[in-house]
């Protein structure tokens, strides 16, 4: 293991969820310093466990990442970022658009939309005042696949994948860098449960995404900006 990110500090919001856990644990075992939001105490308890002797690295705030005054206060508190990570989300799918209800509509356009412009648009501009700085959005194959019976949820992800176009666009020559990452079903355990005959072997592991999105974040990825970038897997 090396320590690339020693000396970096990296917020990883929905750090403590199925993907969010497993690219926090690989920033600490790289030798970051991160800060997560979560909403349940349980599951940050369970991520300090995962971290083992990496726990002093990492710090907690229990946030809701749509809401801009909590975010900010959050963002205040843990100061300078060389890295932001979106693994805020949601999902919800299996019915034709006219049969979705608003509120769902608008559910997905909260946690997989609103969650990465604000997020941005509290933390990119330190970054671009400091001439360094790397954002991933988390989206999903969604995103450019766009299945019956996921109007909402694709429609969520499509333009979550915009907009990060659209700021990697606005940040060209400040030094940050964008990028996306999309993924198709993730072996989780909340998967599994929600599709229990389905092949898990043909499914990325969240170990395997992590390690994308820590390249991405690495100086290795310096060419890579505005880019969004598939992990479906060999069999996806």
Known sequence: ????????????AGGTGGLGRAVTVAFLQEGARVGVTYRAEQELQSLQAAAGTNASFLTGWRADVTNEKEMADVVQK???LDILVNAVGGYAGGTALWDTASETFERMMLLNVRSGFVLARLI???????GAGS???????????????????AASKAAAVAMMDSLAADVLGHGVRVNTVLPSIIDTEANRKAMPGADFTKWPK???IARVILFLCSDDAKLIHGASIPVYGANG
Not at 3 to 12: D, M, Q, V
Not at 138 to 145: E, L
Request: no cysteine; glycine share 6%.
């Open 124 to 130: 990119v501009p330190a970054m671009v005042q400091r």
């Open 1 to 12: 293991m090396t320590n690339r990110f020693e000396g970096k500090t990296a917020l990883i």
């Open 206 to 208: 969240p170990e395997e």
């Open 135 to 153: 954002v991933v959005n988390i989206a999903s194959r969604a995103a450019v696949d766009h299945a019956a019976g996921a109007s909402a949820y």
């Open 78 to 80: 843990i100061g300078s």
